[in-house]
């Protein structure tokens, strides 16, 4: 069973009783199966709930992580098909390139464009790898991903950021305040 986190501990007694790990929280009662197959601890929210008044509706979990921050946790008994894959793939990839990701280096949503029949003759498994792969590209964090699972080379799609500011229509830089209340731009193109 996993550690209790301090945040956790702080929770009154009312919710401290409750708490399980997320394996027990998430157990599909009809099936018998757990949706989620950890020993992470959170407060069964069913159980606080229950003790209360049972014709409530609630959430199914609860934590609260090292920062105070608090999540409430829903579960959803679904099926993964191939069939969502595909739509998901088609509008991550329609966001890719059409949306505002699609300022980005072009080279991912070729990488996309040219995947999708592959994807689709893919397993579940290795089609949710791929979708993770294409989310994760939405963040900052990440330069690349690995679409070799798509035929591609493991550097098929990446995003690189030139340092050569000339060529660009707009460049600023922004100096703001803690508060706000300070503001200054500099339009790096001109210094």
């Known amino acids: 069973m996993s550690e209790l986190s301090v945040a956790m501990s702080k929770l009154p007694k009312a919710l401290t009783k ?33 003790t209360y008044n049972k014709k409530l509706k609630s959430n199914d979990a609860l934590f609260v992580d090292s920062r105070h921050r608090i999540f409430f946790i829903e579960f959803k008994n679904g099926t993964i ?5 595909i739509e998901l793939y088609e509008k991550l990839r329609k966001k890719y390139s059409e949306g505002i990701y699609s300022k980005r280096v072009v080279v991912a949503i070729e990488a996309f464009e040219k995947g999708m029949e592959k994807f689709e ?71």
Do not use: W
């Not at 394996?23 to 757990?34: L, V």
């Not at 098909?81 to 894959?85: A, E, G, Y």
């Not at 989310?135 to 990440?142: A, G, I, P």
């Open 18 to 50: 409750h708490i399980c790990t997320i394996r027990e929280a998430s157990m599909d009662t009809e099936h018998h199966i757990p949706m989620v197959d950890s020993d992470f601890l959170v407060v069964n929210f069913d159980d606080v709930k229950n």
């Open 81 to 85: 098909d191939d069939i969502k894959n």
């Open 121 to 191: 003759t893919l397993s579940i498994k290795e089609q949710i790898e791929i979708l993770l792969e294409m989310v994760n590209y939405s963040k900052d964090s990440v330069s690349k991903i690995n679409l070799s699972k798509l035929g591609l080379s493991a550097n098929s799609a990446y995003c690189r950021t030139s340092k050569e500011i000339s060529k660009l229509k707009e460049c600023k830089l922004i100096n703001q305040s803690v508060t706000g209340l300070y503001e200054n731009e500099i339009d790096l193109l001109t210094v």
